[in-house]
């Protein structure tokens, strides 16, 4: 990857991009820490510090923003509102005939359904404000101090106005910088603000580890260098399964033409283990952060007894229960968003017509049923690999509640070597554009 950064480097075309997508990240972490007015960033500070820990939704959400959800900024739902928006989307382009109509209109189709997706996003960072407004409306230091400084009559409204349309503005500001990086720069802009909010927290962790190995030698210098190699051990082990595929094998039928003859090619249908990415990841803990949204605006059970109080304990980020859960609804949304994205029936269909076919296997519903039973064992794959890289920060928390603050790990490390390896891509494939000969020379 470092060399291949090295050589785009020295193209002059591919450096303004380079340099293009940096200025963009410098402005997106600038405006992670201009505060938004009408708020006390300590208050925010302190609550969050206490709220969004041990690996909660809460806490997802800030080390998807770089910390800037706990710091009340601009940029304090950063791209979240568009990835809600582009999941709702995509579920819809697979349920809505129309948007489905939409999709196959290729490049026009895509615009349509962008602009859709802007809109939702516009609509979603409205109401995650909204909802954040009221978070901060309760939040105090236990001194009589408040996150918003103006709680009632005139001016309250005033500062309610304020801070939703400061926190929706910027949110429509990073979307706006995503597409321009898209357009202008190196790789997916969406992506790339992701990483850029995920990487900002990882200087925190090395802190935290070494502050922990300070105070503590005897115990936590050992845990920090496992700890470390252990992040190491799991970069190689994600970046080879990013890479797996099962290969099917293809024949096309051999047809003369004239005096030529056409076909007999052999190729192959490459299925990736890893299909659908992080979005079970995102799909399970959505639906897991329900029962910490509702204790959130409930409170803490006040009596260790009756149903509410086990029902916070069942659902305690760091009990068994949550990690058992949290698995088995990680394997069930990947098995349901390749069902979506993967259709047997169409590529047997297609092999048909194309005089093509799986060596052994009839065509029609054979062929289906063969690309089926390999999808199903894939995915199991996938899956089982997805749910342990998600719950291991789950478990590593329950051994040692000093290390539950740590974001380095699971998902963000699944995400961020992610787009790593796709920008690395796409830089090849710019390096490739620019030396490749052509049919003239």
């Not at 009340?72 to 382009?93: D, E, H, K, R, W």
């Not at 094998?249 to 003859?261: D, L, S, T």
């Not at 639906?287 to 009756?306: H, N, V």
């Amino acid at each position: 990857m470092f060399q291949t950064l090295k050589k785009a480097w020295g193209v002059p075309e591919i450096r303004k991009k380079i340099l293009y997508t940096l200025l963009m990240i410098v402005i997106f972490r600038f405006g992670s820490a201009v505060t938004v007015p009408f708020l006390n960033p300590e208050v925010v500070k302190t609550w969050m510090a206490d709220k969004a820990s041990n690996g909660n939704f809460l806490d997802y959400l800030n080390t998807l923003t770089g910390g800037a959800l706990s710091k009340a900024t601009v940029f304090s739902l950063s791209i979240t509102p568009f990835i809600n928006a582009s999941i709702i989307m995509q579920l819809l382009t697979y349920a809505l005939p129309p948007l489905e109509r939409m999709r196959d209109e290729g490049e026009e189709g895509r615009k349509k359904i962008d602009k859709i997706t802007a809109v939702v996003a516009m609509v979603l960072a409205f109401v995650m404000s909204y909802a954040y407004y009221i978070t901060l409306k309760r939040m105090d230091d236990g001194n009589g101090g408040y996150a918003v400084k103006f709680l009632s009559g005139a001016e309250g409204y005033f500062a309610m106005a304020v801070i939703i349309f400061c926190f929706v503005a910027g949110a429509m500001i990073v979307v706006w910088m995503g597409n321009r990086i898209s357009d202008k720069g190196i790789g997916n802009g969406i992506s790339m603000l992701l990483f850029a909010g995920i990487a900002a927290r990882f200087p925190v962790d090395a802190g935290t580890l070494l502050t922990l190995t300070k105070d503590n030698p005897s115990k936590y210098l050992f845990v920090t260098i496992g700890y470390v190699l252990f992040i190491i051990a799991e970069i190689a082990f994600i970046v080879f399964m990013n890479e797996a595929e099962r290969r099917i094998p293809i024949q096309y039928a051999k047809r003369v033409v004239g005096r030529k003859q056409y076909g007999g090619q052999k190729t192959h249908i490459p299925i990736k283990v890893i299909m659908s990415g992080v979005m079970p990841i995102i799909f399970a803990m959505s639906l897991m952060s329900l029962p910490q949204t509702i204790q959130l605006f409930a409170g803490e059970p006040t009596k260790a007894e009756g149903f509410y109080y086990h029902f916070c304990h069942f659902f305690n980020t760091r009990s068994f229960s949550y990690a058992v859960i949290y698995f088995l609804l990680i394997i069930g949304f990947n098995y349901f968003y390749v069902s979506i994205q993967y259709n047997p029936v169409e590529i047997a269909n297609n092999l048909r017509q194309s005089n093509g076919g799986i060596p052994g296997i009839r065509p029609g519903k054979p062929t289906s049923d063969y690309i089926q039973r390999v999808l199903n064992k894939i995915s199991l794959v996938g899956a089982i690999f997805l749910g342990i890289v998600a719950v291991i920060p789950i478990f590593i928390s329950m051994a040692d509640p000093q290390l539950s603050s740590l974001s380095m790990g699971g998902t963000t490390i699944l995400i961020a070597v992610s787009v790593a390896l796709e920008t690395t891509r796409v830089l090849e494939s710019h390096m490739m554009m620019r030396h490749h000969k052509g049919f003239l020379k």
